[in-house]
């Protein structure tokens, strides 16, 4: 019975953790954009971290994003790690990743254009992720 219930809570804890990490990139990158904007003329630097920012928000609907959290929390379970360091750390990394992943279609372009702004609301939102499965499921694995 108690295989059934982990069965059932880990998609439940991956999708909590995928929310937040949903809401730290909207409003982190929000916040980000309206600080640098803030007093000054926006500038194309600004304008164009503000497009990869929600442009990478509308990526990780793909299934190709998936698979860096789905590996982490799989190697988790199997290897049953209960440490928060794995899960936050793991988490970051998971998502950063993603523009990575994203330009592999175009080899040329492989770290082209991609703000540091971008890979530091990325990186915090995958913390913040990763946190939030550790705390619902990874700290019982």
């Known amino acids: 019975m108690r295989v ?13 953790a995928a929310l937040t ?5 909207v409003v982190l990158g929000q916040e980000r954009i309206v600080q640098a904007m ?10 164009s971290a503000a497009l990869d920012i929600f442009g990478l928000l509308l990526a990780l609907t793909s299934v190709q994003t998936l ?9 988790g379970e199997v290897a049953r790690l209960r440490s928060a360091l794995y ?4 988490g970051g990394i998971a998502i ?11 080899p040329m372009q492989f ?9 530091q609301v990325l990186a915090t939102a995958g913390f913040a992720g990763g946190l939030v499965y550790w705390l619902l499921a990874g700290r019982n694995a």
């Open 4 to 16: 059934v219930g982990r069965i059932l809570w880990i998609p439940f804890a991956m999708l909590a």
């Open 21 to 25: 990490t949903v809401g730290v990139i």
């Open 38 to 47: 803030a007093g000054r003329e926006p500038d194309q630097v600004v304008v």
């Open 67 to 75: 698979l860096p959290p789905l590996l982490l929390v799989i190697v």
């Open 87 to 90: 899960y936050v750390v793991g």
């Open 96 to 106: 950063a990743i993603i523009p990575l992943l994203a330009r592999l279609a175009d």
């Open 111 to 119: 770290m082209v254009g991609v703000s540091p702004v971008v890979w």
